[in-house]
């Protein structure tokens, strides 16, 4: 039967997005805190079965107990360090002996150091593109062979908007995100044709402590709920949607931010 786009809008009025996202099993990286703990509270309210991981695991039994009873779907934890392949691997393990399967995966976890190019070292190179590139990289290789197999999945990698362009202080975590937006455009390609989705969202400042420190600049940032409403409306879109990336600045105009302040 040929499926019309008002049988689409019809299903969703019936069903709600909760329901289409009922039994879904989601990891979420960087869960503990920031921009992945609210995505893990939106995931949640939407009945998902959530994987939870970061490496300080009493901040991730926090966030379990946050959102515990906010939906109907089950919630583990994992510390893992996410720069270590033994561990990408038992993340990936675990999760299939805990559910079964897995649907969508949030690369969310990440890193910014910033300072001049001459002040940067080596270590810190290794801190930035150990997590934002090389764990990225294993973790979605690990899975991607379970996502082919059961040709469904969505993979939503958190870039930023300094993965489309470079700032004062930020060549190092700029380069590492415009990894992460190649990477992302690139395994779009590689396995669109199995039926999964890959998208990348492109977020302009958030207020986190990301980078080290708590800030307030409240009145010109964007909150880790708005980045977690887009991941949101992603999971819930028709399965015939593959969008490619979502790009989210505040409304207002930021003054300008020193990050080597924000070390
Ligand atoms: N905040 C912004 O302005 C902004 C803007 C655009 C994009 N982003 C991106 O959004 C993502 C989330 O950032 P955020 O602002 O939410 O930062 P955050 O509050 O500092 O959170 C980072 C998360 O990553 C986890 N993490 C760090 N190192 C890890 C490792 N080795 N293994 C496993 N987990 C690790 C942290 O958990 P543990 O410490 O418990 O391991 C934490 O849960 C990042 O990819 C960042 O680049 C942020």
Not at 104 to 109: P, S, T
Not at 211 to 218: N, Q, R, T
Request: charged letters at 20%; hydrophobic letters at 40%.
């Amino acid at each position: 039967m040929a499926i019309s786009p008002s049988h689409y809008q019809f299903t969703s009025i019936i069903l709600g997005d909760s329901m289409k996202s009922n039994n879904k099993v989601a990891i979420i990286t960087g869960a503990s805190k920031g921009i992945g703990r609210a995505i893990s509270h939106k995931l949640a309210a939407l009945n998902m079965n959530l994987m939870l991981v970061s490496r300080d695991l009493s901040l991730l039994e926090k966030v379990k107990e946050e959102i515990s009873g906010l939906g109907t779907g089950e919630i583990h934890i994992l510390s893992i360090d996410l720069t270590k392949e033994t561990e990408i691997r038992t993340l990936v393990d675990k999760t299939l002996a805990q559910y079964g399967h897995i649907d969508i995966l949030v690369n969310n976890a990440g890193v910014g150091k910033f300072k001049r190019i001459d002040e940067f070292t080596i270590d810190d190179y290794n801190f930035i593109f150990d997590l934002n590139v090389k764990g990225l990289f294993l973790l979605t290789k690990y899975i991607v062979p379970h996502l082919i197999a059961q040709q469904s999945g969505h993979i939503i990698n958190v870039s930023s908007i300094a993965g489309k362009n470079g700032f004062k202080s930020g060549s190092l975590y700029s380069a590492s995100k415009h990894a992460v937006q190649g990477f992302t455009w690139s395994l779009r390609e590689d396995i669109k044709e199995f039926g999964i989705k890959v998208t990348a969202v492109c977020p302009g400042s958030v207020v986190t402590g990301f980078g080290g420190k708590e800030v307030d600049y409240v009145e010109w940032s964007l909150e880790p709920e708005d980045i977690a409403h887009a991941v949101g409306f992603l999971v819930t879109e028709s399965d015939s949607v593959n969008t490619a990336e979502i790009i989210i600045k505040p409304r207002y105009n930021p003054r300008s931010i020193n990050w080597e302040e924000r070390v």
